[in-house]
T-cell receptor
Framework: AQSVSQHNHHVILSEAASLELGCNYSYGGTVNLFWYVQYPGQHLQLLLKYFSGDPLVKGIKGFEAEFIKSKFSFNLRKPSVQWSDTAEYFCAVNSYGNKLVFGAGTILRVKS | EAGVTQFPSHSVIEKGQTVTLRCDPISGHDNLYWYRRVMGKEIKFLLHFVKESKQDESGMPNNRFLAERTGGTYSTLKVQPAELEDSGVYFC?????????????FGPGTRLTVT
């Protein structure tokens, strides 16, 4: 069965600090990988996704993620966080058209 | 284009009562998914419709949960009778094959509290 592990449940950073959120998955077949974000009071929205091709994908708001197949990882990065990045971040995986399997989520708080 | 909508946004019911949650997917999306997040836990899949057919209902917790999607448009999720452990946020998502590689668009969720 698919599973997703997010390394940190809570992260606190100061503005301008760099961010890296870890995500590892277990699945034997072809996967699609996603990072979703939920800002306070808002619904889940897609940050970025990987299906194939360049393993370094860029998303909205300056976020990027790197797919490392050998490590079954899809870590999220941002070189300089802003207060407005305070949110909960979810890594997820699926195979085409099927259910998403989510990690437990990482709550990021950015101190201004 | 309107996004995925869910109704109600919040529901508080007593144990043993019945609640029906509604999801309106993005117009034209054939795939509709229900997920649930119990407090402190990860978001978990409940079931997947393709048009009006249940493609995968492996995540439905038990037979107190009934999902329907008559006509392949909106969907309802009924919990009858509700138990305390059913409390959580119920999310709906939709997607369309061939668009964005099955990217799923989420609704705002329904927060269900069973007392």
């Amino acid at each position: 069965a698919q599973s997703v592990s997010q390394h940190n449940h809570h992260v606190i950073l100061s503005e301008a600090a760099s961010l890296e959120l870890g995500c590892n998955y277990s699945y034997g077949g072809t996967v699609n990988l996603f990072w979703y974000v939920q800002y306070p009071g808002q619904h889940l929205q897609l940050l970025l996704k990987y299906f194939s091709g360049d393993p370094l994908v860029k998303g909205i708001k300056g976020f990027e993620a790197e797919f490392i197949k050998s490590k079954f990882s899809f870590n999220l990065r941002k070189p300089s966080v802003q207060w407005s990045d305070t949110a909960e971040y979810f890594c997820a995986v699926n195979s085409y058209g099927n259910k998403l399997v989510f990690g437990a989520g990482t709550i990021l708080r950015v101190k201004s | 284009e309107a996004g995925v909508t869910q109704f109600p946004s919040h529901s508080v019911i007593e144990k043993g009562q019945t609640v029906t949650l509604r999801c309106d997917p993005i117009s034209g999306h054939d795939n509709l998914y229900w997920y649930r997040r119990v407090m402190g836990k990860e978001i978990k899949f409940l079931l997947h419709f393709v048009k009006e057919s249940k493609q995968d209902e492996s995540g439905m917790p038990n037979n107190r949960f009934l999902a329907e999607r008559t006509g392949g448009t909106y969907s309802t999720l009924k919990v009858q009778p509700a138990e305390l452990e059913d409390s959580g946020v119920y999310f709906c998502a939709s997607s369309q094959p061939g668009q964005g590689h099955y990217e799923q668009y989420f609704g705002p969720g329904t927060r269900l509290t069973v007392t």
